[in-house]
């Protein structure tokens, strides 16, 4: 069975420092890995995936996201954070097919 | 840019009410999905689509149906509204296996 688990309901991080949003999964075949991203009163934005190749992505926003094989975890990054980052972010594994299964997300907090 | 667009942003029913709540997108995807979404659960797959007239049950189909008459639009039906079905609704769309999802602005439903 597929899961994923986003272990911090919410992490705070003061605007400028780095942030990290964890995501750990378990789905069978090759993974292919997503996060997205909800502002207040707005549906789910894409902010980037992994599907093959570097095991560094980069996507929007600044925010880049590293796959670790071994550990099973695709942790979401920003190496400078900013108020406007403040959002609920969700961690989205799919296995074979197209079912994405989405984490309970993380609601991150960037103080000015 | 893909438009997915959920028909109404709010909606408030009464209990045993039948309801129906539409999704169109605008990009010819083949793969359309239907969440709802409950803080501290996440995103949960109700029913998804990868062809028209082709539908498959997601985790929680229970309560439940779908339609898809056309490649472009994709129906979700609460047979009986029931007060756990209050909830916000969330269609996606997307093309492939490994592409990312597009979503809608979502529809708050509320069942009184």
């Known amino acids: 069975a597929q899961s994923v688990a986003q272990p911090e309901d919410q992490v705070n991080v003061a605007e400028g420092n780095p942030l990290t949003v964890k995501c750990t999964y378990s789905?069978?075949?090759?993974?292919?890995l997503f996060w997205y991203v909800q502002y207040p009163n707005r549906g789910l934005q894409f902010l980037l995936k992994?599907?093959?190749?570097?095991?560094l992505v980069k996507g929007s926003y600044g925010f880049e996201a590293e796959f670790n094989k071994s550990q099973t975890s695709f942790h979401l990054k920003k190496p400078s954070a900013l108020v406007s980052d403040s959002a609920l972010y969700f961690c989205?594994?799919?296995?074979?097919?197209?079912?994405?299964?989405f984490g309970a997300g993380t609601r991150l907090f960037v103080k000015a | 840019d893909v438009k997915v667009t959920q028909s109404s942003r709010y909606l408030v029913k009464r209990t045993g009410e039948k309801v129906f709540l539409e999704c169109v997108q605008d990009?010819?995807?083949?793969?359309m999905f239907w969440y709802r979404q409950d803080p501290g659960l996440g995103l949960r797959l109700i029913y998804f689509?990868?062809?028209?007239?082709?539908?498959e049950k997601g985790d929680i189909p229970e309560g439940y149906s779908v339609s898809r008459e056309k490649k472009e639009r994709f129906s979700l039906i609460l047979e009986s509204a029931s007060t756990n079905q209050t909830s916000m609704y969330l269609c996606?769309?997307?093309?492939?296996?490994?592409?990312?999802?597009?979503f809608g602005q979502g529809t708050r439903l509320t069942v009184v």
């Open positions: 989205a594994p799919r296995g074979g097919g197209f079912k994405t299964i």
């Open positions: 789905v069978s075949g090759n993974p292919y």
């Open positions: 992994y599907i093959t190749g570097d095991n």
């Open positions: 990009m010819d995807h083949e793969n």
């Open positions: 996606a769309s997307s093309t492939g296996t490994t592409t990312e999802a597009f």
């Open positions: 689509s990868y062809d028209v007239k082709m539908k």
